[in-house]
């Protein structure tokens, strides 16, 4: 039987997804669920299903706006930044998420990436980080880390991986955060924080392929890939109060930086009313 | 004015020839005439040497280049040198008095006058040469009357400007001569 | 706006799609076609529209469907390079079936080529450029004017076939400036996309009626959840990978491009109606040919002119009957011989088909045309 949550937010006809035993992405996919959820709910929010729009790229993670039921574009390769930047400008009232991962926002659509962060444009960008192209069959990505194997790496990866959250704050994003597969809650309210943010929001979800990446690196599956999240990807509370020595493995599950920066769609209406000579008569 | 008319401005990247052009084609729109502007754009247009034409007939303008060059306005010795050969049999130069016209071309042929320097002294400001150009290339073939040529100049400067550029017209206007304004005068409209 | 005004081409083309209803405009700079940027980042949010200059051309068509798709009629407009960084997404566009106008003011390639130069090298590309077979409109002015004109249909026929329609300008009538005289803008007939709203959630949007071709459109984003994508798709909107299904969604694609043909297609004739000989020709290159024509029937010679207006679909019918009782057809074309392509395909085996091409990126003048018809000149003399 599904869960409330899939019967309300989900396309049972579309289900089972095509993800592979283990992997990371459905967990993230429902923690944008739960997060889209709670939101709802809270009388303060004025999201609903009809103003919510999910936009995806191409790759694994990308499948998932085919099976969360709102108003879902599933686009081309690294181009989903881009087409959420069309679809946000046309109608700023609509909440624009975009679902993306490793390969596709930072390889690929980096540049799309980058420049939505330095315009503030107030999209939300949830990127399901794998290490991995797994749509292709185990090539290494922009954040696969340095020495790790992959098919296209069989004597190990010489390259130096992104960090997307500080590639996004480096590019002047307004919000970027890190979250998890393991620690849900904390990813969740992570979510939910990004969707909130009226400028232009990322949330980097470390998930895991334990199918190719897990594999080819003896990782070991899904819950020794958890189990490794859980021990070495640490939420804000308990990561501040960790002696420095020991943080050096560790790295932080919260908000990395936030500004209240002019929101791009805001700023433009008022190009528009200078543009219309202080007429503010007319609709948009 | 002949029944068309295919005139050409060069000069330096900056020197505005192509608004010059810009300028007649305009005028002749506000006549009622058939015009058709072009320029060269690109790396010669930034600094190198720059190339605006402008054609007006009075039946419609199918080709939009220059073929047979009526008309010629160089304002520095290399585009005088570069384009001076295309110019028609009958076809008129204006320099500036500070080029000098080669030999092949008639005398005849060659109007030289103080552009940069009227628009330097007179005037007050460099940047008003093409200005100047017009008000006297307009003056030597007796193309447009001063109310068309003003609403022309108009639609194409920033506005608070008028003044300076009608000033600039005025004295492009009196570099010419009445015996320099009936050798070639073809026809004054109105 | 009676008035006669001086402008430019590319002016002209932002003019056309603002009064088409267009309020959207994604680009990046690119010569020759940069003034429509310029000019619809002046004009459009005098209208209430907006306009964005984004980090590519890749970019630029995305924004332009995302645009669409939430219900803004997009455009963009770009040359050479910028159109070859397109092509992905015009695909996209053409798959998922979102209007849109993308202008090419083509330059000389390939690649940097002459950027500031005249070419109409791009013709096979406005039809081939992007990947698998897929449905295609281009259409391709002479004049300012008529780049204002197209421009509206072009619109019209986007939102009419909800398919990407490609304005493949050229520099001459991009960067021309003419006295033009536009029509009152509420005297165009505009075209909107076909709406449904009554199906509910998820229900077969991309649902067509027997012997139509064209779904009627779902509102994005405003009340109706659906799903879009490039991947092949059943009627629900969703991926398929049942190979009849795909088969049948991506052949209504092409159908319905090809079965409205003659509503699409556009041609001009001048003078064919006694003529021995047909210069063919597009967009720009009407000019000089026009001039040609005119000297050639000044000495008595029989030559007229056919002129494909909408360029993709090829009007290889209007072509074999306008052109029934020709012995000669000239091909003339700022390229190495591409329309070409489609007038041998079409001319009957007793019409002789002669060609004047132009890759250098100067401009073929009537004189050129003249001497072609004389047999004075090399197929092709830009070698």
Known sequence: MPSDLVHLFMRIDHLPHIWCPGCGNGTIMRDVAVAIEELIDDPEVSLNRENVVIVSGIGCSSRAAGYLDFNSIHTTHGRAIAFATGIKLANPKLNVIVLTGDGDCSAIGGNHLIHAARRNLGLTVIAFNNDIYGMTGGQYSPTTPNGDRATTAPYGNVDRPFDIANLATGAGASFAARGDIYHVRETIDIIKEAILHKGFSLVDVYSICPTYYGRKNKKGDAVEMLRWQRDHLIPTARYYHMPEAERADKKLIGILSYNDYPEYTEEYAKVIERARGGNKGGAR | ?190 | MSKAVLMQGNEAVVEGAIAAGARFFAGYPITPSTEIAEQSALRLPQVGGTFIQMEDELASVAAVLGASAAGVKSFTATSGPGFSLMQENIGYGAMAEIPCVIVDVQRAGPSTGLATSPSQGDYMQARWGTHGDHPVIALSPSSVLEAYRLTVRAFNLSEKYRTPVILLMDEIVGHMREGVTLPNPNELIINSRKMSFHDGANKQCYYVPEGQYVPAMKPFGRGERYNITGLAHDISGFPTNDNAVAGAGIKRLLDKIEKNADDIIRTEEYLLDDAETAIVCFGGTKRAAMDAIEALRARGEKVGLFRPVTVWPFPEKQLREKCAQVKRLIVVEHNHGQMLLQVQRAATDTQRVDFLGRIDGTVITPDEIVATFEGKEDMTHAQ
């Open chain 2, 1 to 190: 004015m002949k029944n068309r008319f295919e005139m050409r401005f060069t000069g330096s990247g900056g020197q505005g020839v192509i608004l010059a052009s810009v300028i007649f084609a305009e005028a002749a729109v506000v006549k009622g005439l058939h015009a058709v502007q072009s320029q060269a754009y690109g790396p010669e247009a930034r600094g190198g040497s720059s190339k605006a034409e402008c054609i007006i007939s009075r039946d419609t303008i199918w080709f939009s280049k220059v073929q047979q060059n009526d008309f010629l306005l160089a304002l520095t010795q290399n585009a005088l040198d570069k384009y001076a050969p295309e110019l028609a049999e009958d076809g008129v130069v204006m320099i500036d008095e500070s080029l000098s016209a080669p030999a092949f071309l008639d005398s005849e042929r060659v109007v030289s006058v103080p552009i940069l320097r009227c628009a330097r002294e007179t005037v007050g400001k460099t940047i008003t040469a093409n200005i100047v150009a017009v008000g006297a290339i307009n003056e030597l073939f007796g193309l447009f009357d001063e109310e068309t040529l003003r609403e022309a100049v108009s639609r194409h400067i920033p506005a608070g400007t008028e003044d300076l550029n009608f000033r600039a017209l005025s004295a492009g206007k009196a570099l010419i001569g009445s015996e320099l304004r009936d050798r070639y005068l073809v026809e004054r409209e109105n």
